[in-house]
């Protein structure tokens, strides 16, 4: 792809993004990524077929950009907090209690267990894996992957059923609160070494 292609896809992706942080998914129209983007409708349409398609690629982006970070941090549920706060917003305008045709809600429990098996496999190249509680409990599961799944899921479950949106700070409580407690317990009521 040449450079200029390249640009206009990233202003699209800028576009919605911003828009994300206004309003619902379901509210923004290509006129209005359009109209961020200061590009004309055709331009939209040479790049993606519908808004659909944009909202896909940047929650795509959100990930690589995510997983790319774990390459500089190891605490798996620091960096699951972190992205959470800087995408509260656009996550919210994007949750399916807002929606009525888009679920990013498999592509989200997919980052997390991307996220937690990237941070496996560099704490355990790091001989770390036994500094984080989370890491700790996947590495020396029966099955990983399961144990990937489950605590994906876990993470999900918090999400959604203690309206982070209306109360941000509940992250950072809920999180800690399951990274202190209730991992260290499994562990055996050991603090991570």
Request: net charge negative.
């Amino acid at each position: 792809m040449r450079q200029s292609e390249n640009r206009m896809r990233r202003d699209i992706l800028l576009a919605m993004k911003t828009m994300l942080s206004r309003k619902r998914f379901e509210e923004i129209t290509v006129a209005d990524i359009c109209k961020e983007a200061m590009i004309h409708r055709s331009s939209f349409y040479r790049y993606f077929r519908d808004k659909y398609e944009v909202v896909d690629e940047l929650f795509m982006t959100l990930i690589r950009q995510l997983l790319a970070d774990t390459k500089t941090s190891t605490d798996a549920i620091e960096q699951i907090k972190a992205f959470m706060h800087e995408n509260l917003t656009l996550l919210h305008n994007l949750s399916p209690q807002n929606q009525g045709r888009i679920n990013l809600y498999p592509d989200t429990m997919h980052l997390i267990q991307d996220l937690l098996a990237e941070s496996l496999h560099m704490t355990e190249a790091a001989g770390t894996t036994d500094q984080d509680p989370l890491l700790h409990q996947i590495k020396i599961a029966d099955d990983p992957e399961m144990a990937l799944a489950f605590y994906s899921g876990g993470i999900m479950g918090l999400f959604e059923n203690y309206d982070i949106f209306d109360h941000p700070d509940r992250i950072d409580k809920l999180l800690n609160h399951w990274k202190e407690k209730r991992l260290s317990a499994l562990v055996g009521n050991e603090q991570p070494k």
